[in-house]
């Protein structure tokens, strides 16, 4: 998978600047454990890390083409390209010849075949940086649904670029600073395309690319959601979901290292869990492996609520039982969940506190314990964005509220742990009047709402279930997918998501809101288009989230950690909390009501310590 990272700097000589380079590309060694490498000329710096998964031998970045010898091309590449041998066969038809067997070197040839276009060609999770030493010219690319991360940091003379914000932070002329906007994008539960919290630092936007030249940045979107007629009957969208996921699972079963699925016994994890075990079948290299997390206790001592009505364990049992897959549970118990080392490696994993608590830390853990027997992962993530899957699309009260869906029950705390009070409970109410949540969320909603699609054949309700849809599909995924992304590339492990292919994606935004539930469910389509390699307890099953632990010790273990803070008086989160809410949730007997706001500030404090965060309010 990889991380990459890069100076460019037209006013001064960059090929003296290796001990800043090596610098920013230590960084993303947690991203790519198994080689390293960079390239500097006078005004390009490029780093990378390298997490082999296809040609090991022959992918070593970051790469380059010559040219009557002199470099024509330079390449630090992060991702997999899915249609990399199609584009390879064409490109060789056209007179390119390859020395690897690599994804890499068909990007690098794929430039400089059909120029900044090419991305158009690319079907994957990919964020690159490609340099043209001739031109001076740097082209930032990001996938069009935003699996891989790309941040980047405009200077007075170039840009600073890295797959994390730890890169860019690494260089010696940025600090780690945050004004009011950026502030109230991190507490909001809000995704905002191209915003990165930190001042001065932007996100390559999902589908968009970056051109810097001397004079400046330019941004361009190579593919945007669009409202397209769809002229399938029923029986033939469920016949073309099925196909396209047939092709998407091939796709990516590719690779030269271990492969697994991740599998919660939910209908999108089953469903991808099946279809792998099938492909790997028919190609002999079955059976599947399969990781599901638990908790020690969890399925014995489950208490069924609203949001998780049914714990996991079963199910993923039965399905795996179903396929044949080599399963195994990675159970956590509340001392890993609360061990300081576990979420200190979140924090930095992820360079902010905007997680989701003991869900965070459980995904790392669940991730580490993969990564000890598999470098690459199939998910189910983001069929419930794609699908419909989520409850909130089938409450009249939330699809017709004016602000994102997700925000109408604060889901924000709920999500994680099923906590009372909202997530920003804790902070301070003066701070809260200077953040204006609700003015900034109300801002993003607007600006969001602005950007979608119309079909002049849409009624009322498709045509506001099209924009629930687009909300979901570029803002809240984006917290998911990051969230992903952060937790399994901290600890070298590749997630592909195969609900992202951007041509699923597109026929099921297409598809009328009655087909997506014609059988009075969620999900309706993919539950129908995969029913045939699934055990009818998952077919049945309700939708049930991500776990969080029931374990009444760890509400308690984090009112300890917040009474300890509380005794501090020089601790650097105090300003931003108020006092009397403070003493509240100290003295809460359980934990609970307060669970997801003492959770954010706890990681407020550790962020500022450890980030030595310069708060510009």
């Not at 970051?62 to 010898?69: N, Q």
């Not at 890169?167 to 002329?173: R, T």
């Not at 742990?417 to 701070?431: E, I």
């Amino acid at each position: 998978m990889c991380g990459i990272t890069g100076w460019i700097a037209y006013d001064r000589d960059l090929s003296r600047e290796q001990s800043t380079l090596d610098a920013m590309t230590r960084t993303m060694a947690c991203r790519g454990p198994d080689a390293g490498g960079t390239w500097l000329d006078a005004h390009a710096a490029l780093g990378h890390r390298r997490l082999a998964v296809i040609d090991p031998p022959g992918g070593t970045q970051p790469m380059t083409v010559a040219a009557d010898g002199a470099t024509r091309l330079v390449l630090t590449y992060s991702g997999e390209v899915y249609n990399y041998r199609e584009l390879r066969a064409e490109l060789r038809s056209r007179g390119h010849a390859f020395r690897t067997d690599s994804d890499t070197e068909v990007v690098l040839h794929a430039y400089l075949e059909w120029g900044a276009g090419f991305a158009e060609r690319l079907n994957g999770m990919y964020a690159f940086a490609l340099w043209d030493p001739r031109e001076r010219e740097l082209l930032l690319v990001r996938d069009r649904m935003g699996v891989k991360p790309l941040y980047y940091h405009p200077t007075a003379d170039g840009v600073l670029f890295g797959s994390e914000p730890k890169a860019v932070l690494a260089h010696p002329g940025v600090r780690a600073a945050v004004d009011a906007e950026g502030l109230a994008e991190l507490v909001s539960f809000t995704k905002t395309p191209g915003h990165a919290v930190y001042r001065g630092m932007r996100e390559v936007r999902p589908g968009h690319t970056v051109r810097v030249r001397r004079s400046g940045l330019t941004t361009h979107r190579y593919w945007a959601l669009a409202a397209d007629d769809h002229t399938d009957d029923l029986a033939g969208t469920v016949e073309r979901v099925r196909e396209l996921l047939d092709d998407i699972v091939a796709r990516q079963l590719v690779a030269d290292v271990p492969l697994c699925t991740l599998l919660s016994g939910g209908l999108d994890s089953s469903a991808i869990t099946a279809l792998a075990a099938r492909g790997l079948a028919a190609a002999g290299r079955g059976p599947v492996r399969s990781f599901a997390v638990d908790f020690a206790g969890y399925t014995e001592h489950f208490r069924a609520g609203d949001l998780r009505p049914t714990p996991d364990g079963p199910y993923a049992h039965a399905l795996a039982a179903h396929v044949g897959a080599d399963h195994r549970d990675i159970v956590l118990d509340t001392a890993a969940l609360m061990d300081p080392r576990h979420r200190a490696a979140v924090l930095r994993a992820r360079d902010l506190p905007d997680g989701f608590g003991d869900a965070d830390t459980s995904l790392y853990l669940l991730f580490k314990a993969v990564r000890e027997q598999s470098t690459v992962a199939l998910s189910g993530e983001s069929a419930d964005e794609v699908f419909g899957g989520y409850r909130w699309f089938h409450d009249p009260r939330t699809v017709h509220a004016d602000t994102f869906p997700w925000m109408v029950d604060d889901l924000a705390s709920h999500f994680s742990s099923g906590s009372a009070a909202p997530r920003t409970a804790l902070l301070d109410r003066g701070l809260l009047g200077k953040l204006d949540l609700p003015g900034y969320r109300s801002a993003r909603y607007r600006e969001a709402l602005a950007e979608v699609p119309r079909h002049d054949g849409d009624n009322a309700t498709e045509r506001r279930l099209r924009e629930v849809s687009y909300l979901h599909l570029t803002r809240f995924v984006q917290l998911l997918l990051d969230r992903k992304d952060r937790a399994s590339m901290a600890v070298g492990l590749e997630v592909r998501v195969p609900f992202c292919d951007h041509r699923l994606v597109s026929y099921v935004f297409n598809a009328p809101w009655a087909m997506k539930t014609f059988d009075g469910r969620e999900k309706s389509l993919l539950r129908a288009a995969t029913r045939d390699v699934l055990p009818q307890a998952v077919v049945d099953r309700v939708k049930s989230p991500y776990p969080a632990t029931q374990d009444p010790r760890y509400a308690t273990a984090l009112r300890e950690e917040l009474r300890r803070l509380a005794a501090d008086r020089d601790a650097p989160v105090r300003p931003l909390l108020d006092e009397a809410t403070l003493a509240e949730a100290v003295a809460d007997p359980t934990g609970d009501r307060l669970r997801a706001s003492t959770e954010l500030a706890l990681g407020l404090d550790a962020w500022l310590r450890r980030y030595d965060v310069a708060l510009e309010l």
